[in-house]
């Protein structure tokens, strides 16, 4: 600009040279659009759908949990949980010409807090976060939700939505509620079989995707809430083993004990001795599975399964069948019972002291007599009693369905000093699960099958079939039929004549047998004035049909097994077998197996019916010659084969002959007389 | 003449054609843009669009007087330099007293269901001050300075309209409105000195600025929005990522999801990344031809232009329009931080379509002005008398019907 006068030339050069600018700044624009759309783009145009969609997992109703007869015990309804998106809520407040934009967030606190039970207060804070998705309360009574929508409709409240969720319910309250279990939110299960069939109950999972906008409403319509598109899929249902009636009456009694006793805990189990199906299982302390969050974690533990203790006396037969079975002793073995005996730097003394002097093994069982277990233990030694103790299934968790079953406590046999002998004999050094005594005196009740217990009688899908059925398994042979007929009458004796008599049930046989074991302290060694008083048995004790079992958690006041537990297993069976129909054995006419036996001469045991042979998916017939109907009916069940009886009395003839191989299904005529 | 397909004869066709198609392109653009926005706050879907072609309506008219019923001499007298200043002052003041506050600032005053914003005006101001004052020195043969009074009064009520701005606060207008001016000394011949002196001070000045951690904040942000694409860099994030998911051709129509709340202000001053969103990058590229045509036809108007005043008319408005234009497309992509222009018929907004209209019909009114003034010539040239039937008649001449 060395010139004295600037010209419209100059000036168009200047503009010239802003126009190349304004050109060159398109191109770097275009440029720059080449780069976000074309190379970018895939990149982007993925973060643009991520940013859009929204994926809403949604469950169907969980299944269903019922006992064997069709009882239903928990279930699940679909019920609605609402949530606000405050970003909604606040931002989409129409800002009128002239009115002031209300307070939304305001108004619908104070319209929703009567009915969610919610303050205003804490409503207000939620509805005004900053955020698009906070539970406002979930899983509202049906009622509640009515009253909720009749208010976003009158007060046009914008943001609140609803979801679908299963909520369960436990219609039978606390019965049952350790093995149940309860269910978390998102229908997750957290304990019992709630979490053992978590995969099976759970609810079928859809998937749902939406477009949503910056606020997280919906695009696609945003009248309907997402809910009503929702696939229904049903769930399998559960069938328990579990008996409602028979698992009231034992919550019944339990609440009663625990409130006589006053116990620490308590816990009842109910089996079929000859199929190892749960009947009923009660634990005590309880708690409300529909509300399980109010209750101390302890109250969820399952006491039939999750406890181990020292058994004491009821261990007693167990061990007695082992001596019986190692030939060590019979009912009638002398024994002299001088009131305590000393082994190695211990002295085990009776239960008061004082001895019988010369009697009978049985009268050991019988009166629980100590010193003279501790001499059939001895007898054992450390080896047998520790090989005889697994094969009776204590050691290891049973394998019932439950969750967080206990292993129990065994001793390695080379770890075993003199008294350690002596005292598992009596049942102490020896740690088991109720589930697991429960199980070895089943073994004794039905002949010598350890059984594993099962409480899962099947699950049913949707459709009908069957997908899984529990039966029985025979985890072994444990002791021969022989021991477990003697060691049934000692234990019947020791309800009809010995220590627990107090569970005696008028017209009816039944074997048992007590236990008061001082409980392991949590720091080792026995905690002082705490006891664990058990009874476990059997009835009918001829022909089983349930096996029971007992535990009082350090009772308060008397503690003798014979006292409190006792009482407990008669009351609770005595309506059980009045209820079940289960004619006492005084008046029926039907002999047992054990019936033509003269007393006293248990000795002598009865030959017992021969048993069916397997031949494959065959069955080979024996002589049935000499057995009543009842016995030969039952032995037959066992094959599916079909009885046609001839007259009464013994079998004296049959058809086919036996070593007859048969298929199942097949007629078996048998005349008696 | 060559025998040839034109679409327009010369370039003030050019310019009403090209006028038409972006509004068109802008209709469905705003529409598309806002209706959700419209549906939440209104319940009216349509309200933007309807808005924005009642906009159009009134811009036409105002484009139809200043362009063929007008001539802008009648704008260029000392008296109307007062009264645009006046005016322009008052209606800035009137902003900050009873404007309404949205966002945190003033910047419209609504007067019976319809929004004014004085700092769009402004920048006619500004344009139509530069051209009347500068316009009369430069035909004088005045050399301007930045510094020397009175050369420097059309600057110094430019730096007054920016510090009204400034306080609403809307520093990008400001900034806008007075570098509109500096444009214009530009143009006007200030000494090359100061033009260094001016890239030194707003070199100093953006330094200085860097000193303010907040503001290094903002920067980084804008080389970089995915640091913080929920907070400071949203913005610039979902423009991107609109832009972006439209890929090579566009999503499907009314389909681009950035509209749906997640790109703020989709239908003004982001109405491009929707376009871009929807139309892909071959209808970014339309668009961007259709501006340089625009601006072709606009820079070829002010280069034959030989009233000084008439000249820097069209070339202020020729800055004005297609500088913010190129501005908003940079800032929409990231290539500028975020600064509150908006895109020439693409983004929705009253005013800004008014002033732009306005200022098309300056532009319109000065090339049928230099054209009488050619044909006038020519006949002279051809010894003719000047003015045919004794009345200056408008017609288009030879020389700018070529094509272009």
Known sequence: MKKSKFTLGDSRKRLMLLGYLVLGAFLLVSVRLLWIQVVSGTELGKRAVTQVTEKIKRHTPRGRIVDRNGEELAVSIMVHSLYVNPDEMNKSAKPGKNEVPRDVARIAAQKLAPVLNISEEALYSDFTLKGQFVWVKRMLEPKDYEQVIKIIKENKIPGLHFISESKRYYTKKSMAAQVLGFVGTDDSGLSGLELALDSILKGAETRQTFKTDAMGRIIADKNTDPEETKEKTMVSTVYLTIDSKMQFVIEDALDDAMKRTNSAGAAVLIMDPHTGAILAMGSRPTFDPNHFGEYPAANWLNRAISIIYEPGSVFKPIVGTMGLSEGIVTADTPINDTGSIRIADRVISNWDGSGMGMCKFEDVIKYSINTGMVQLGMKLGAEKEIAWAKKYGFGKATGIELPSEEDGILYNPKNMYEPDIATLAIGQGIAVTPLQELRAICAIANGGELLKPYIIDRIVAPNGEVIRRGKKQVVRNVITPEVAAQMRTMMEKVVSEGGGKTARIKGYRIAGKTGTAQKIAEQGGYAPGKYIASFVGFVPADKPQYAMLVMLDTPRGAFYGSQVSAPIFRDTLQQILVAKGIQPSSSEGLPSFEAHMKPGQTEKRPKHIPPLEAKGDKWKVPDFSGFDARAISIELEKAKLVLEPHGTGKAYKQSPAEGTTVESGTKIEIWFR | ?404
């Open chain 2, 1 to 404: 003449m060559r025998e040839r397909f034109m679409l327009w004869e010369n370039p003030k066709d050019a310019i009403i054609t090209l006028m038409i198609l972006l509004m068109v392109i802008g209709c469905i653009n705003v529409f598309s843009a806002s209706f959700v926005t419209a549906d939440a706050m209104t319940d009216n879907p349509y309200h933007f669009l309807v808005r924005y072609i009642g906009y159009a309506a009134i811009g036409w008219i105002i484009f139809w007087v200043t362009g063929f019923r007008m001539n802008y001499k009648h704008l260029m007298s000392p008296r109307f330099y007062m009264v645009v200043a006046g005016v322009t002052i008052l209606l800035l003041l009137a902003t900050l007293g009873v404007g309404t506050v949205v966002n945190g600032s003033r910047r419209w005053i609504y007067i019976g269901g319809f929004s004014l914003q004085a700092s769009e005006i402004a920048k006619v101001s500004v344009i139509l001050m530069a051209a009347s004052f500068l316009g009369d020195r430069l035909q004088r043969g005045l050399r301007v300075s930045l510094l020397g009074y009175p050369s420097n009064q059309a600057l110094i009520m430019a730096g007054f309209f920016s510090l009204l701005i400034f306080l609403q606060p809307d520093m990008g207008t400001a900034t806008i409105v007075f570098a509109l001016m500096l444009a214009m000394y530009f143009l006007a011949g200030i000494p090359m000195r100061q033009i260094s002196y001016i890239a030194l001070i707003g070199l100093g000045v953006g330094l200085l600025a860097m000193m303010a951690p907040y503001r290094r904040a903002r920067i980084a942000l804008w080389l970089n929005p995915w640091k913080d694409a929920q907070g400071g860099g949203y913005q610039m994030a979902q423009s991107l990522t609109a832009i972006g998911s439209g890929g090579l051709t566009g999503l499907p129509w009314g389909q681009g999801s950035g509209k749906f709340f997640f790109l703020p202000e989709a239908h003004t001053d982001f109405a491009f990344a929707i376009f871009c969103q929807e139309w892909g990058y071959v209808g970014a590229l339309f668009l961007i031809a259709c501006f340089i045509v625009l601006a072709r036809a606009l820079f070829v108007i002010a280069m034959n232009t030989k009233d000084r005043r008439g000249y820097l008319l069209v070339a202020g408005s020729t800055l004005f329009l297609i500088g913010q234009s190129v501005a908003n497309m940079a800032m929409v992509t990231g290539v500028l931080p975020v600064i509150g222009v908006p895109l020439l018929f693409i983004s929705y907004g009253g005013t800004s379509l008014l002033t732009n209209m306005f200022a098309l019909g300056l532009v319109v009114s000065v090339y049928r002005s230099e054209s009488a003034r050619e044909l006038m010539e020519e006949r002279i040239a051809a010894g003719l008398p000047p003015v045919e039937e004794g009345r200056l008649r408008v017609v288009s001449s030879q020389r700018n019907r070529r094509p272009f």
